[in-house]
């Protein structure tokens, strides 16, 4: 690229990132990530709010001078590897009128300049800049970019808004005080729109999900098939469509494939573990206490965002898969192992998941309970793997807590929590407890 060309860019960037706006404080320990004199990595799904927390970490060190790029931009559309030299001296230019403050370098959307690896390192090791790196793929974490990087760097995945965010910032707003009962109807009011317009930042503030199926086919087409250069589309395309429609259903490879048209399952495997990459969806494998057998069984897979799911594949929101899906997501940003499960008679439990200290304990995700059937199909579901598994911490995560049957639960040893009070459990404090 022309010098001149490329610093009236990064100038033209750097004044619309710096363009007064609101948002929403995302609840991530950037003071860490600032601190650190290694490279930080945040990933997340495409339109999650990177780029937000980005403005917030700046808005964060006004001690520093800020450098920002963003490869997302049309602008640099025709970036090459090389034009990164061109970068350093632009840049270096510009730090020359405060040589002494230092420096925050800022890149969004880093994988789409191939080789980007050892200019990373080279300005955080040579310039001496404090380099944070925003990416749509979670390859950005794999143990092959710490080679290139040589081991100095530290992450953080980003995702969807949390009821707790949004809690937090509308107190902030407020600016009262809120009681705990005051506290558990705002959250419940959230988690309701969530269910409705879903968590993605722009759906949910705008109260929309038109944006949705334009987001869909975005991290299918760039985050995907021109990443892993797959010409042919339409079998990824329908993969991710047949994904959307069944989210949360269990998975059969090999009809998968017969139905998108391909020849072997392996494929398909292949292509999910392309759509994890990208955070758009997770596998969650049926659960046995077997590592090697957990992982050859058969999965769900779950959307990182249940309505984005529900508006690509035309349903009307799904309340009891959409809070099924809402609690995965939480198991999964909190890295406690799960899996589904089934027992030897059908009966189906959403998530055994371990703790810390090596326990199990079953949860059962059920948006109402006052239906005698679904009451039905919850116990006995949660009897079959007390009595096969012995796992006697048994959950139902609902709603609203239902205004009658407690003592029936609470007689068979089940507790009965609001998806509100299932937020507080500390996953990371020694054990799985309220």
């Known amino acids: 690229m ?14 619309e990132f710096d363009r007064d706006f609101k948002y929403i404080d995302r609840n991530y320990d ?32 006004p001690t520093h001078e800020v450098l920002y790029i963003d490869f997302e931009s049309p602008r640099l559309s025709t970036f090459v590897l090389s034009d990164f030299e061109l970068c350093d001296e632009i840049w270096r230019e510009k730090l020359a009128v405060n040589p002494n403050k230092p420096t925050l370098l800022l890149i969004d ?56 965010e949004l809690a937090d910032a509308y107190i902030r707003n407020e600016k009262k005080a809120f009681s705990s009962i005051d506290s558990h109807a705002l959250l419940s009011g959230i988690v309701e729109s969530g269910l409705k317009y879903g968590m993605f930042p722009k759906p949910y503030l705008e109260q929309s999900t038109q944006v949705y199926p334009h987001l869909f086919h975005d991290i299918i087409m760039r985050d995907i098939a021109k990443r892993k250069k797959i010409r042919k589309l339409t079998p990824l395309l329908e993969l991710g469509a047949l994904l959307a429609r069944d989210n949360t259903r269990i998975l059969n490879l090999e009809s998968t494939a017969q139905l998108i048209g391909l020849n072997d399952d392996r494929t398909v495997s292949k292509y999910l573990s392309y759509f994890e990459e990208a955070y758009l969806f997770f596998r969650v494998r049926r659960f046995s206490k077997s590592l090697r057998k957990q992982l050859r069984g058969h999965s769900k897979c779950y959307c990182i965002d249940p309505i984005l799911a529900d508006v690509v594949s035309a349903q009307s929101p799904r309340l009891t898969s959409g809070l099924e899906n809402l609690v995965q997501r939480e198991l999964r940003k909190a890295n406690a192992r799960h ?30 309970l006052s239906s005698q059937n679904t009451l039905v199909r919850e116990i006995r579901a949660l009897e079959a793997i007390k009595e096969e598994l012995s796992i006697d911490q048994l959950y139902i995560v609902t709603r609203d807590l239902p205004q009658k049957n407690l003592q029936i639960f609470s007689a068979l040893g089940i507790k009965v929590i609001s998806y509100v009070e299932f937020l507080d459990f500390k996953w990371f404090q020694g054990g799985i407890n309220q």
């Open 2 to 15: 022309d010098k001149n060309y490329l610093r009236q860019i990064l100038d033209q960037l750097k004044t």
């Open 30 to 61: 950037i003071q860490s990530q600032i601190k650190s004199s290694d490279i930080s990595i945040i990933s997340g799904v495409r339109r999650c709010g990177k780029s937000t927390l980005l403005r917030q970490i700046a808005e964060s060190t």
């Open 339 to 368: 899996g589904f499960w089934t027992s030897s008679n059908g009966y189906e439990v959403d998530f055994v998941v371990e703790d810390k200290k090596g326990a199990y304990l079953a949860i059962q995700v059920c948006y109402d």
């Open 109 to 164: 959307e880093v994988q789409n300049v191939l080789g980007w690896e050892r200019w990373i390192r080279y300005f955080s090791e040579k310039r001496s800049y404090k380099v944070i790196i925003t990416g749509s793929n979670s390859q950005l974490l794999s143990s092959e970019l710490g080679s290139v990087l040589g081991g100095r760097y530290i992450t953080l995945e980003m995702f969807p808004f949390t009821a707790q």
